[in-house]
């Protein structure tokens, strides 16, 4: 009986705060543990860290595929993921050993010729991002984030993500 009123009540919490807006991140792109999702009432800015759905195509199935997306309720079955806006629609991308971004270079965006899995990874070709997009990223090394996916349409934008209890892994 204890168990299962037990299990109840994890459930209807769990429930509430998925309603709340509140996400578990499991990934090393960013700290590990809980996030919120506060909504956007103004447009992203660059240094914005935000929850964003990937599209459903094919490229991000095959991210899916190799280990790089979670499943969760975004379109085509992903999880949200969570990166900084790095740069805004009209700026210039450079991809090439590292990201620059009108001339000046992004830290820590070494480009990787191969996952951890020595399969090869394509990167973005550069060039001026589109109006409606986002270019995102993650200090993290192996993030899988748009040095190799490109500019994102805000579309899939979910709010701005805030920490609530996390830790580096």
Not at 37 to 65: H, K, M, S, Y
Not at 113 to 124: E, I, K, N, Q, T
Not at 143 to 149: I, N, P, Q
């Amino acid at each position: 009986m204890f168990v299962t009123a037990s299990a109840s009540v994890m459930v209807a919490l769990a429930g509430i705060a998925f309603v709340g807006g509140v996400r578990l991140n499991l990934t090393p792109s960013e700290p590990l543990g809980l996030w919120r999702i506060e909504p956007f009432g103004r447009d992203p800015l660059v240094g914005n860290l935000v929850f964003i759905c990937p599209p459903p195509t094919p490229q991000f199935e095959e991210a899916w595929q190799r280990g790089y997306l979670r499943r969760g309720l975004c379109p085509g079955g992903f999880a949200p993921l969570i990166k900084t806006v790095v740069a805004l629609p009209g700026q210039h991308v450079e991809v090439g050993s590292n990201v620059v971004i009108d001339r000046l270079p992004l830290p820590n965006s070494a480009v990787r010729s191969s996952d951890g899995a020595g399969r090869p990874l394509l990167h973005f070709a550069g060039g001026i991002v589109p109006s409606g997009h986002l270019f995102l990223h993650s200090c993290f090394a192996s993030s899988y984030d748009s040095r190799y996916f490109g500019p994102i349409s805000i579309s899939g934008l979910r709010g701005l993500a805030k920490p609530i209890l996390t830790f580096d892994p």
